[in-house]
């Protein structure tokens, strides 16, 4: 049976009353081909009143879903679970759409329908108070535009155009047959859900328009400075739990391309980790960054041996603080220049 929504966004909202209606504004001018989920993730506020007087006034686009609280990746699981669309999206309720990017989106995958691609990738842009779209991550530089490609006809995808949740629509029913299922109440957790089903993706298609706003510097965002560093326990589990997703004997069987890329967004992954566990200097943080580089290792063996020939996967396990310091100023530098601050 043909699927007649195109694509699920699922909202996850916790306590959003303030500013969920601009994610849900920018999201309707999609219209019925658009199926919107809103999780009311135990919110305290009116946010589940909010998402319901949506649902009330388009009730063939919006659902809401009541539950208790479980954290962003509980709203992930649960959106996933009631996708009705042959893509699926997540929209953070601070984010908004773009209205004629999201239609140029919608369009091809629209074109896409009758043979669907596993992952549609797009551009986004960064979100300020003061401004919006104060910069732009593009993907040209790593896909062909609006062509149906496989990982071999990819081109480099450097550091600077990492995927991002943001980024990415996935085809609905590859996230079921892999049983993605993200842990709940932690933060990151959109890391595992950008990694672990990369392997199982075969076909890709980029759309370069820049369909999704991501919104930095509101002081309690989990992309803040101080509240990355006061979750230092949820980086170190992601960065755990996503590099030792696959084996280095599972990484060389995939193509090239999609090798070096997961390899490189781990050690990534794990240079993050590394320089938030050096800043805060703790004996507690001292203990993860031991832990997180004995489970690897103890994990597997050909993958760490492979991570420290990689430079981000060595500064990033790295036990000696000179190399740690030049890595926490890295970190430092590109914060500041993306936009999410020091």
Known sequence: MEQKKLLTVTVPCYNSQAYM??????????GERLDIIVIDDGSKDDTGAIADEYAA?????????HQPNGGHGAGINRGIALSEGLYFKVLDSDDRADPAALKALLDDLDGLREKPV??????????????????RIRYGGAFPARRRITWDQAKRISMSTQFMIHALCYRTQLLRDIG??????????????????????????????????????????????????????????????MTCSYKWSELTALPKKLRRYMLNNACGNLCTAGAQQRMINSEHSRELHSRMVKTIR?????????????????????????????????????????????
């Not at 994610?23 to 999609?30: E, F």
């Not at 596993?118 to 910069?135: I, N």
């Open 21 to 30: 209606r601009k994610a849900l504004d920018s999201l309707l001018t999609g």
């Open 57 to 65: 006034k388009y009730p063939t686009i919006i659902r809401v879903v």
């Open 118 to 135: 596993d992952l549609v990738v797009h551009d986004y842009v960064y979100d300020r108070p003061e401004r919006e779209a104060v910069h």
């Open 180 to 241: 993605l299922v993200l842990p709940e109440h932690c933060f990151y957790e959109d890391n595992l859900y950008i990694y672990r089903p990369l392997p199982h993706v075969k076909t890709l298609y980029y759309c370069p328009e820049a369909v999704y706003g991501y919104f930095v510097g509101r002081s309690d965002q989990s992309a803040n400075h101080g509240v990355l560093l006061r979750h230092i326990d949820n980086v170190t589990d992601i960065a755990e739990q």
């Open 298 to 342: 103890d994990f597997d063996p050909e993958l760490y041996r492979a991570i420290r020939r990689n430079l981000l996967g060595f500064a990033g396990t790295s036990e000696n603080a000179a190399v740690q310091n030049v890595l926490v100023f890295f970190y430092h530098t590109v914060r500041k220049f993306i936009g999410t601050g020091a």
